[in-house]
């Protein structure tokens, strides 16, 4: 199966479509960019999840496998199988409420490891210089940008798979990420004619 | 005399990290898709899209230039044989011909026959204008920049138009002397 | 042979329907797969609690008519492809490989960045794609 490109392929594209949307398209409009760029991985999600679950009955199991019966199910396929397929590992640890919240918590986000190493995004050091504490500021509103996208694709996938959600990252603890996802579970009558 | 560049990626590629390409082709399609919503006029997309791939290219040169083991190029004929078969396999797995030389050498094209950012794409009837792969055009005139080549780059023939293969015709404008990188007043 | 095929969204909205008869029954087909979707939707439902086919992405034969067979197959994101066949004599494996190669085919489709979400399949690749998986149905060597 399947053709490769460079891993920098897809780092570029991402960076630089962060880029062009908030620093060219949206300038001082950081929530329409933000928008934008999430709606981009929603696309993504929704693609992926269609060719990730065919994989998943292809590959690694018979047709056999099961459909998800639940949403724990899809949650755990995007935690194990969809989340490997994208960054080659699985979520570390997952939680949840059992009201409708779940943490999806990657400790090595391979998206942020990558990108700390560009040096247009780095971080700096904390320090108590105030000018250093703005680019600090600055950097993190820049990684948050770029999380959007990520974000997206797993309410995209999420939402393909029967799940509409909301999904949001915390990175206070770089290079890890937590991703939150409040799922809204919307209740269908299924009356059978 | 220098070092003979490369003429194959292939180790390259082999020692670069990869990934499935689709994860790349959905992303580049996601973000064509939403650039044509956004800028509306699809002449302005392909300039955005020239834009990005330039801005790309600008960087990707240094990763290129450390991996590949390319020093130098003696001229633009081997620069155009290099970026074919080292640099599109280095970043997208594939390999361009180089054909069509002009008499004096200044101009040339780079035929793509295989290429993983239009993989599944099928441009509908009001895209007719787009220039999809644009950002390719946009990566080689910035990377090409950076070691002081000028170049103009316009699509010659396009597989979702209709056409056999991409082709991609290349113009050395002006060859900035290696001595003075960043003189360019003109 | 197959006389029709389709794929139906989740909210049972027609994302691609074709005959491939040359006779005047096409509304009849199209209602046949309008009923069928009822059968996916009553089985789903109201799964039997023993048996392998809980679950199961291959719904096997949905209901067989006077001149017709109709089977089923439901993706994890809720997509259902149908199929409507004139034999009599089918084999299991010759449907599983006609949904499997299908299943290949509709993700292609839509990956496609201009196909929109939850709208029909335009696509003329798809659909050399599914006329070419059509006419090979049956044809596999014995296994």
């Known amino acids: 199966m399947g053709r490769e490109v460079s891993e920098s392929c897809v780092d570029s594209v991402i960076i630089e479509m962060v880029s062009a949307y908030c620093n060219r398209f949206y300038v001082n409009k950081p929530d329409l960019a933000a928008r ?19 994989i998943l009955l292809v590959a690694r199991y018979t047709m056999e496998r099961p459909r998800f019966s639940d949403h724990l199910e899809a949650i755990k396929f995007i935690c194990k199988d969809f989340w490997s397929e994208l960054f080659k590992k699985q979520i570390d640890n997952l939680k949840t409420n059992h009201r409708g919240t779940f943490v999806l918590q990657d400790n090595r986000f391979r998206w942020l490891t990558r990108m700390s190493s560009d040096p247009s995004t780095a971080n700096t050091d904390s320090s108590q210089d105030p000018s250093v504490a703005t680019a600090e500021n600055k950097s993190t509103q820049a990684t948050s940008m770029h999380l959007y996208f990520p974000c997206g694709i797993i309410r995209g996938a999420l939402s393909n798979l029967g799940i509409p959600c909301a999904v949001s990252a915390d990175i206070s603890n770089l290079p890890a990420c937590e991703l939150q996802l409040s799922v809204c579970f919307s209740i269908t009558c299924m009356i059978t004619r | 005399m220098a070092p003979v560049a490369p003429r194959s990626g292939d180790a390259v590629f082999a020692n670069v990290e990869r990934v499935n390409a689709e994860l790349f082709t959905l992303t580049y399609g996601a973000i064509v898709r939403q650039l044509i919503t956004d800028l509306e006029e699809v002449e302005e997309v392909n300039k955005q899209l020239d834009q990005m791939g330039y801005n790309i290219g600008i960087r990707l040169i240094d990763e290129f230039l450390a991996k590949s083991n390319v020093s130098r190029c003696v001229d633009f004929k081997e620069t155009a044989e290099v970026i074919a078969k080292v640099g599109f396999k280095m970043f997208l797995g594939v390999t361009a011909s180089v054909t069509n030389w002009d008499a004096d050498g200044t101009s040339c ?11 599944f794409v099928e441009l509908p009837d009001t895209c007719q204008g787009l220039y999809y792969c644009n950002i390719l055009s946009g990566v080689i005139r910035g990377a090409l920049e950076m070691v002081s080549m000028k170049t103009e780059i316009t699509w010659v023939r396009d597989m979702l138009r209709g056409d056999d293969a991409f082709e991609l015709r290349v113009k050395l404008l002006k060859q900035v002397p290696e001595e003075y990188p960043y003189k360019d007043d003109e | 042979m197959i006389v ?10 027609p994302l691609y329907l074709q005959s491939f008869t ?33 679950n199961e992405t291959f719904l096997g034969l949905l209901y067989p008519t006077e001149n017709y067979k109709v089977y089923g197959y439901l993706t994890n994101t809720k997509v259902k492809f149908i199929f409507v066949t004139t034999d009599l004599d089918v084999r299991d494996a010759d449907v599983r490989n006609f949904f499997r190669r299908f299943h290949s085919a509709y993700v292609d489709a839509v990956s496609n960045p201009f196909h929109v979400p939850g709208k029909k399949i335009t696509s003329r690749t798809f659909a050399e794609r599914v006329s070419t998986i059509v006419k090979s149905f049956g044809m596999s060597a014995a296994a």
Request: net charge negative; hydrophobic share 35%; with cysteine.
């Open chain 1, 36 to 54: 934008r760029i999430e709606a981009i991985g929603y696309q993504v999600g929704l693609q992926l999840s269609e060719s990730y679950t065919r």
């Open chain 2, 109 to 119: 094209s780079l035929v793509l026959e295989d290429n993983p950012l239009v993989d």
């Open chain 3, 4 to 13: 029709c095929v389709a794929v139906v969204g989740h909210q049972n909205n």
């Open chain 3, 22 to 54: 040359e006779a005047d029954d096409e509304l009849k087909l199209h209602h046949i797969v309008q009923c069928s979707l009822d059968v996916i939707d009553e089985r789903v439902n109201n799964p039997k609690k023993t048996g392998p086919t809980l």
